[in-house]
T-cell receptor, first 117, second 113 residues
Framework: GAVVSQHPSRVICKSGTSVKIECRSL??????MFWYRQFPKQSLMLMAT?????????EQGVEKDKFLINHASLTLSTLTVTSAHPEDSSFYIC?????????????FGPGTRLLVL | AQSVTQLGSHVSVSEGALVLLRCNYS??????LFWYVQYPNQGLQLLLK??????LVKGINGFEAEFKKSETSFHLTKPSAHMSDAAEYFC???????????FGTGTRLKVLA
């Protein structure tokens, strides 16, 4: 099946610093990727839709200046958490949209666990 | 608006027993429904999906789910649990024209020897 990777898998940072998370589609090109966050024992919540070559579309309540998304190529989207604070600690998951026999299916990365101290 | 409810955050079954994971949805438009499985430290893997057509959907690893519009349900079943089925399972809903998924809170399946 299609493979999506994320890097890093786990990161610990100090409050006030910025953290970049990469999402790569390894064996297909993805014009659209998605970023989710998941708090313990809660659902995956969609943060934004990342479109190659254009600005990301953010969900209501997600600060676009805090969560910077760049989708510079068909295989890479990055999420930068700027000036991170402890409340940003969460599990961040990306997915990439791949055409599959006339339908498009989301393939998910393994997630990145962020801990802000 | 759409929403998903997964009853039971933790489910335990004996090896060889029936697996039943419950998912109920709310949607004002015809839904597309998905079940994903997540193993530790891995991404979400698609088990099966319903978009249109046959309401009984068969997926990978012996799982299947039935779309019941009257009950707004999409429960996941497997006749005989295997130890390797132990994982977290997520139900999700979307609809035609969008790829935005609404996820349930997940159900952790434990398989007892």
């Amino acid at each position: 099946g299609a493979v999506v990777s994320q890097h890093p898998s786990r990161v610990i940072c100090k409050s006030g610093t910025s953290v970049k998370i990469e999402c790569r589609s390894l064996d297909f090109q993805a014009t659209t990727m998605f970023w989710y966050r998941q708090f313990p024992k809660q659902s995956l919540m969609l943060m934004a839709t990342s479109n190659e070559g254009s600005k990301a579309t953010y969900e209501q309540g997600v600060e676009k200046d805090k969560f910077l998304i760049n989708h510079a190529s068909l295989t890479l989207s990055t999420l930068t958490v700027t000036s991170a604070h402890p409340e940003d600690s969460s599990f961040y998951i990306c997915s990439a949209l791949r055409p599959t026999g006339g339908e498009e299916t989301q393939y998910f990365g393994p997630g990145t666990r962020l801990l802000v101290l | 608006a759409q929403s998903v409810t997964q009853l039971g955050s933790h489910v335990s079954v004996s090896e060889g027993a029936l697996v039943l994971l419950r998912c109920n949805y709310s949607s004002s438009v015809p839904p597309y429904l998905f079940w994903y499985v997540q193993y530790p430290n891995q991404g979400l893997q698609l088990l099966l999906k319903y978009t249109t057509g046959a309401t009984l959907v068969k997926g990978i690893n012996g799982f299947e789910a039935e779309f019941k519009k009257s009950e707004t349900s999409f429960h996941l079943t497997k006749p005989s649990a295997h130890m390797s089925d132990a994982a977290e399972y997520f139900c999700a809903v979307t609809h035609s024209g969008t790829y935005k998924y609404i996820f349930g809170t997940g159900t952790r399946l434990k398989v007892l020897a």
